[in-house]
């Protein structure tokens, strides 16, 4: 079993729409949460991140953690074509390394 | 926000040759620099963390003596692939800590642009 599982998509969607991106992992050790964006062929930029279970808003974007079920999640309202880009989820510990997930490759269409 | 560059961006060579790769930060200091390797498609995966003035530590399975990390300065990390293969070529990434950055507990992970490896 992998320590973090996400949906590689691709998933699109039209101009506008709430987008649900989501991430699994298997280690109750994990304390914090990052979530990444990366367009193609760049590096990944911080997108937000959470250490405790509930939500975290910043504007467009919302970070929900479960750690009971462990389980993490990444809501994007009201999507533009900009946002067209792969979403990495990357748990991570005491020893400052971030294990990342697969990517979920997003699409909004104009 | 915190900068991280990687030079060369694009780097193509011939099978036996070495390749040095760069990563600066360019308005902090880094006390950690991470080295990540990404494959079409798929996840980054850590090759090692580098810390100033000292040994990097790699994780398993990657070849410390193929790729050479050496860490300098808290603003310079190198990362060189010796005597690199076809199956070497990948996007390398870097990325640094900003300890002033401290974010849910953990320095903050700034990545850099990458470089992409190809070798014939």
């Known amino acids: 079993q992998k320590e973090v599982e996400q949906d590689p998509g691709p998933l699109s969607v039209p101009e506008g729409a709430i987008v649900s991106l989501n991430c699994t992992y298997s280690n109750s050790a994990f304390q914090y949460f990052m979530w990444y964006r990366q367009y193609s062929r760049k590096g990944p930029e911080l997108l937000m991140y959470t250490y405790s279970s509930g939500n975290k808003e910043d504007g467009r974007f919302t970070a929900q953690v479960d750690k009971s079920s462990k389980y993490i999640s990444l809501f994007i309202r009201d999507s533009q074509p900009s946002d067209s880009a792969t979403y990495l989820c990357?748990?991570?510990?005491?020893?400052?390394?971030?294990?990342f997930g697969t990517g979920t490759l997003l699409a909004v269409q104009p | 926000g915190a900068v991280v560059s990687q030079h060369p961006s694009r780097v193509i060579c011939k099978s036996g040759t070495s390749v040095k790769i760069e990563c600066r930060s360019l308005d902090f200091q880094a006390t950690t620099m991470f080295w990540y390797r990404q494959f079409p498609k798929q996840s980054l995966m850590l090759m090692a963390t580098s810390n100033e003035g000292s040994k990097a530590t790699y994780e398993q399975g990657v070849e410390k003596d193929k790729f050479l990390i050496n860490h300098a300065s808290l603003t310079l990390s190198t990362l060189t692939v010796t005597s690199a293969h076809p199956e070497d070529s990948s996007f390398y990434i870097c990325?640094?800590?900003?300890?002033?950055?401290?974010?849910?507990?953990?320095?903050?992970?700034?990545f850099g642009p990458g470089t992409r490896l190809t070798v014939l």
């Open positions: 990357a748990p991570g510990g005491a020893t400052n390394k971030l294990i």
């Open positions: 990325s640094a800590t900003d300890p002033s950055g401290r974010a849910a507990g953990t320095d903050t992970q700034y």
